[in-house]
């Protein structure tokens, strides 16, 4: 069964630090990852992808894979209290949406 | 309007009801899914729609009936829901572009949800 897991937390992380997010998958036919943030009472918002091994920067968010050891993660450099929300990861084996499997979670708070 | 629009926001309900969840999206994108997300567990996929054809059923109970009269549209019937069915319900659409790289196919935009509590 694929399965994505994160540690639900809460990560206190605070204001103006690195804040780390990781993420690992047993499904070694995973070809994509997605980052997700959930605000509190939203729904989902696309933040990140990644499908190469190696780094993916976008402003202060950097996303990180490494397929041989089944791990993505997120860096949120000078984090923000904004930035405070769950972070989902997700990945992708193919096969149209069944094929992507979200993890649990991680519940990221910024300290002021 | 832009983006996904879904309604209701909330909807309390017993369990011999019968009500419908409304979801628009102004995307111009080619599939529509329900999700499912419980506290603590991950999102789990119901249903999926690509070019208004039923793909996938994630083993769903009967009481939840999908409907995608087109593209732009989707609506989830409930009836005789159960306490458990109490939770957040997600639509999201993708871009499906035929011949599109394979991941931007499936980047997902949700809705705001319906948070369903079944008494």
Known sequence: QKEVEQNSGPLSVPEGAIASLNCTYSDRGSQSFFWYRQYSGKSPELIM????????????FTAQLNKASQYVSLLIRDSQ?????TYLCAGYSGGGADGLTFGKGTHLIIQP | ????????????????????LKCEQHLGHNAMYWYKQSAKKPLELMFVYNFKEQTENNSVP???????????????????LQPEDSALYLCASSPK?????????EKLFFGSGTQLSVL
């Open chain 1, 81 to 85: 209290p904004s930035d405070s929300a």
């Open chain 1, 49 to 60: 992808f990644i499908y190469s091994n190696g780094d993916k920067e976008d402003g202060r």
């Open chain 2, 97 to 105: 572009s035929v011949g599109g790289l394979s991941i931007t196919n």
């Open chain 2, 1 to 20: 309007e832009t983006g996904v629009t879904q309604t209701p926001r909330h909807l309390v309900m017993g369990m011999t009801n019968k009500k419908s």
């Open chain 2, 62 to 80: 009967s009481r939840f009936s999908p409907e995608c009269p087109n593209s732009s549209h989707l609506f989830l019937h409930l009836h005789t």
